[in-house]
């Protein structure tokens, strides 16, 4: 298996983990780029480290953020391995272990849960923030806001109601517009 087949599943294994907005591979300002890391409800970060050799799992512990636990990403941070890279008593403390086992994700230790702090958050924050700015650079000339205006666009194109197979923003479901219930 690739690193990139692992960050695949990775990407999927958020999704289903209930994470609304994922990313991956994309550089943060602290120099971590997480593999895989995704948000749910009431900003809970989860990071998903990928390691398809025991020599990478190996070198990651000497990274900045790995030294310092308390820059790094994640609110829940899980490395993902193939079967027995990495035993459990090698965990940095409140990591988490993911294991892919005949292209199924297994769960072999959770991740604490409040592993991110305020330096973390932040970090976090510029992620996202540099990640929509791409976005907003790769859509001109049109802005992030005008861009998703635009189902208010096509029902105004189609005499006040939206095509077909549309559904209205309001009626769209949105964890992150719900008012915050703890993880």
Not at 4 to 17: D, G, N, T
Not at 22 to 44: F, N, R, T, Y
Not at 123 to 128: A, D, F, G, I, P
Request: one cysteine or more; glycine letters at 6%.
């Amino acid at each position: 298996m690739t690193h990139a087949q692992l960050v695949e599943k990775a990407v999927r294994w958020l999704r289903s983990y209930r994470c609304g907005v994922v990313l991956s591979e994309q550089a943060c300002v602290s120099g971590e780029m997480p593999d895989a890391i995704g948000w749910k409800q009431a900003c809970h970060s989860v990071l998903v480290e990928c390691k398809v050799t025991r020599a990478d799992f190996v070198a990651d512990r000497e990274k900045p953020f790995r030294r310092k636990p308390e820059r790094g990403v994640g609110s829940e941070r899980f490395y993902l391995t193939p079967p027995a890279l990495i035993k459990l008593e090698e965990l940095p403390a409140g990591w988490g272990l993911l294991e892919c086992r005949r292209g199924h994700i297994e769960m072999l230790s959770p991740s604490a849960k409040n592993l991110r702090t305020a330096v973390g958050f932040r970090y976090e924050m510029n992620l996202l923030l540099s990640s929509l700015r791409r976005v907003e650079v790769r859509i001109e000339p049109q802005s992030i806001t005008d861009f998703l205006k635009w189902k208010n666009r096509m029902a105004e194109y189609n005499r006040g109601t939206l095509p077909e197979g549309l559904t209205a923003t309001d009626d769209e479901t949105n964890g992150f517009l719900e008012p915050e219930v703890p993880c």
